[in-house]
């Protein structure tokens, strides 16, 4: 096995794209795909691996000063799922803003893939849609209420959710922040988009449509500390996603959605 490494340089909030055939990991040429890349200081990197054919899996590594990889997590979904990171990249002694994202094939067969790279402010949305929950469609008799996955804090930045409506609704998010005495004062804030051109990339995540129609983003709820969370919106049928990102600190809020 060999490992071949690509040199992304710094990350940037426009999102890097590839798209790659992985071979089979009992073909003795077999190859681990890499990806070396860097992150502005105090900035969040988001990592995606989306339209899977196959069943892959990512692992993260940081250097240390002295050039050396250490392992930081890996992730997996089942089957042809999507994998991510959102993470803060603030080093401490001896680390650097250098990683390490490696692609493992899980199949005897090829695997092929997209990954995306993108670096955004520690304060606002990740701009890539992995499908990490889909919550299917939202209506009268199907609401949903959902404690965010890992919760949120500098390790897992964004979680993003893709629902569906079957027609014209008047939607209703509420998201309720956790407990400041379990898991610290931490403040999360929520946006809900549509990815209008299905490039999995969410166009001017800074902003909202409000404010500039090229903008994804449909609403958002941005309140200060731990209050909670709420956007009203009336929604044509479609496709839609949620994304709940870290403000500051951590986080350990429940998603409620339903229709009126
Ligand atoms: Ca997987
Ligand atoms: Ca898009
Ligand atoms: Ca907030």
Known sequence: MTRIVYDFGQLSSTPAQTFWDIGSK????????????????????????????????LDLYRYDINGNINYLGTSDSSNNHDESFNVFSQPETNETNQYLAVVRNHKTTDSTFNFYASATRHDQPSNLLPIESNLG??????????????????????????????????????????????VGAGDCDVIIGQDINHDRIIRDSNVTKDTDPNSEV???????????????????????????????????????????
Do not use: C
Not at 28 to 43: A, C, H, I, M
Not at 146 to 152: A, D, E, S, T, Y
Not at 237 to 242: N, T
């Open 26 to 57: 009992t073909d003795p040429n077999y190859d681990d795909f890499g990806y070396k890349f860097t992150v502005p200081d105090y900035q969040n990197f988001n990592l995606a691996i989306t339209n899977v054919v196959g069943d892959v899996a």
């Open 137 to 182: 469609t939202v209506d009268q008799t199907h609401p949903v209420s959902m404690q965010v996955r890992g919760g949120l804090g500098d390790s897992g930045t964004a979680v993003v959710y893709s629902f569906h409506l079957n027609q014209t609704s008047n939607l209703n998010l509420f998201l309720e922040q956790g407990n400041p005495a379990v």
């Open 218 to 260: 449909l609403a958002r709820s941005q309140n200060v500390g731990n209050a909670n969370e709420t956007i009203t919106k009336t929604l044509p049928a479609g496709d839609y996603f949620v994304e709940v990102y870290q403000f500051s600190g951590n986080t350990d809020p429940t998603l409620h959605l339903s229709v009126s």
